[in-house]
C-alpha cells in the first residue's frame, strides 16, 4: 500500500523560508505524480495553492513556490507571514484514479 | 465562478442512512471529476472515491470500498455521498473537490464542508 509522507510540524520565524516535503513509499516523486499543495486553516475548507509541481492559481500568494528536491515536492514559502500559519498537505497522483493525500504538516510562525 | 456547495450539518444515530450533497456552479459540471475527502476530528485529509459525472465512472478507495456510495445527477450539477448505516465513526467534516484529471492534473474547488455527527 503507497504512503505519502510529510513533516508532521515545521516552525519558521515570521520573513524566514521553509520548505516542506512530500514523499512517496513508491519512490522519487516526479512530475508525472503532478504534486498538489492545499492550505488548511483551522475552521476552513481546504485551499488550492499549487498544482502540477510549481504551477500557482491566481490567488496563490507570490511567496509560495513548488518544485521537486531531492526526489521528494516540495512547497516553499519566503519571507513567511503569520497568517502562512496552518495545516498544510500533498496529493499525489498515481494513475487517473489513484490519489494519495499526505499526511500534512503543521506550520506555526513564530 | 466555480463553486461547491455543501448540504448542512447533520445530526445522526448509528444504524440510520445519510446522503450528502455537493452542488457545483460555474462549470460544465458533467466533464470533470468530483472528489469526495474525509477528515476525522483533528486529523488529515483521506481520499474517499471520484466519480465522473458524464458517465458515473466512479472509484473507491479500498479503505471506502463498500462502506459508502458515490453518485451524481447532471441534470442537477449535484453530486452526492451516502451510508446506509452510519456508524460512530462516521463522524467528520466530508468535503467534496473538483478534480481535474490529464496534464496537468489538479485539485483545484472545495466545497465548504459537511460536518456528520453520529451519535
Known amino acids: 500500500q503507497t504512503v505519502v509522507t510529510q513533516e508532521p510540524s515545521l516552525t519558521v520565524s515570521p520573513g524566514g523560508t521553509v520548505t516542506l516535503t512530500c514523499a512517496s513509499s513508491?519512490?522519487?516523486?516526479?512530475?508525472?505524480?503532478?504534486p498538489n499543495w492545499f492550505q488548511q486553516k483551522p475552521g476552513q475548507a481546504p485551499r488550492a495553492v499549487i498544482f502540477?509541481?510549481?504551477n500557482k492559481y491566481t490567488w496563490t500568494p507570490g511567496r509560495f513556490s513548488g518544485s521537486l528536491l531531492g526526489g521528494k515536492a516540495a512547497l516553499t514559502l519566503s519571507g513567511v507571514q503569520p497568517e502562512d500559519e496552518g495545516d498544510y498537505y500533498c496529493?499525489?497522483?498515481?494513475?487517473?484514479?489513484?490519489?494519495?493525500f499526505g499526511g500534512g504538516t503543521k506550520l506555526t510562525v513564530l | 465562478e466555480v463553486q461547491l456547495v455543501q448540504s448542512g450539518a447533520e445530526l445522526k444515530k448509528s444504524g440510520e442512512s445519510l446522503k450528502i450533497s455537493c452542488q457545483a456552479f460555474?462549470?460544465?459540471?458533467?466533464?470533470?471529476?468530483i472528489a469526495w475527502v474525509r477528515q476525522m476530528p483533528g486529523k488529515g485529509l483521506e481520499l474517499m472515491g471520484i466519480?465522473?459525472?458524464?458517465?458515473?465512472?466512479?472509484f473507491y478507495s479500498p479503505s471506502f470500498q463498500g462502506h459508502v456510495t458515490i453518485s451524481a445527477d447532471i441534470s442537477l450539477a449535484t453530486a452526492y455521498l451516502q451510508w446506509s448505516s452510519l456508524k460512530a465513526s462516521d463522524s467528520a467534516i466530508y468535503y467534496c473537490?473538483?478534480?481535474?484529471?490529464?496534464?496537468?492534473?489538479?485539485?483545484?474547488?472545495w466545497g465548504q464542508g459537511t460536518l456528520v455527527s453520529v451519535s
Open positions: 473537490a473538483r478534480y481535474d484529471y490529464g496534464e496537468p492534473s489538479q485539485v483545484d474547488f
Open positions: 460555474g462549470y460544465n459540471f458533467p466533464t470533470s471529476w
Open positions: 466519480i465522473f459525472p458524464a458517465d458515473s465512472d466512479t
Open positions: 513508491t519512490g522519487p516523486v516526479t512530475r508525472d505524480h503532478f
Open positions: 502540477s509541481t510549481n
Open positions: 496529493l499525489l497522483f498515481f494513475g487517473g484514479s489513484q490519489l494519495l
